[in-house]
T-cell receptor, first 115, second 113 residues
Framework: DVKVTQSSRYLVKRTGEKVFLECVQD?????MFWYRQDPGLGLRLIYF???????EKGDIPEGYSVSREKKERFSLILESASTNQTSMYLC??????????????FGDGTRLSIL | AQKVTQAQTEISVVEKEDVTLDCVYE???????LFWYKQPPSGELVFLIR??????QNEISGRYSWNFQKSTSSFNFTITASQVVDSAVYFC??????????FGPGTRLSVLP
């Protein structure tokens, strides 16, 4: 089974802090994604990566950056956390080419609270 | 632009009732893929089914069935004889060829004993 592991289930940080959310997948998938999930809005794409060192902006990249130094690891960075970034963050991986019709595999999510 | 609408925000049923979750999508792509995911309270999204745009055959898997109709741009999901373990948030998602995934807002299903 594919395993996508997010480093924390719950995280509490303060406004202005730099926050790192880590995601690791164990199936050698080329593609990785970061979403945030908010009630009534579904999942919204923040950033994605189709290969090591590559990154692409999603629909809501403002206030975030990412890092993909190794194929299995995709990190989401909140440069200066703000209260409107309080949310559930989900990491996903996807096998094959970027236009693959395969389903994404998701981690358990990180519930982040910014105080 | 791609869009997924799940008009039902929350549904409550009593165990053993049948329930249908609606999904309506918009896309200009001729090739696209539709997905359903289940998100139990634990948080992880679990993949349930994928449908390709050129395959309108409906599918049944145990108590689950899916009705894909291109004419109405709908991909509805029915649970027969619902159980408490079916309680979750269900997401419908669309992916146009070469595009990113677009998710609906989700439907929270509560199955009461």
């Amino acid at each position: 089974d594919v395993k996508v592991t997010q480093s924390s289930r719950y995280l509490v940080k303060r406004t202005g802090e730099k926050v790192f959310l880590e995601c690791v997948q164990d199936m050698d998938h080329e593609n990785m994604f970061w979403y945030r999930q908010d009630p009534g809005l579904g999942l919204r794409l923040i950033y994605f990566s189709y290969d090591v060192k590559m990154k692409e902006k999603g629909d809501i990249p403002e206030g975030y950056s990412v890092s993909r130094e190794k194929k299995e690891r995709f990190s989401l960075i909140l440069e200066s956390a703000s209260t409107n970034q309080t949310s559930m963050y989900l990491c996903a991986s996807l096998p094959g080419t970027p236009d693959s019709n395969q389903p994404q595999h998701f981690g358990d999510g990180t519930r982040l609270s910014i105080l | 632009a791609q869009k997924v609408t799940q008009a039902q925000t929350e549904i409550s049923v009593v165990e053993k009732e049948d329930v249908t979750l609606d999904c309506v999508y918009e896309t200009r792509d001729t090739t696209y893929y539709l997905f359903w995911y289940k998100q139990p309270p634990s948080g992880e999204l679990v993949f349930l089914i994928r449908r390709n745009s050129f395959d309108e055959q409906n599918e049944i898997s145990g108590r689950y069935s899916w009705n894909f109709q291109k004419s109405t741009s709908s991909f509805n999901f029915t649970i027969t004889a619902s159980q408490v373990v079916d309680s979750a948030v269900y997401f419908c998602a669309l992916r146009g060829y070469g595009q990113n995934f677009v998710f609906g807002p989700g439907t929270r299903l509560s199955v009461l004993p």
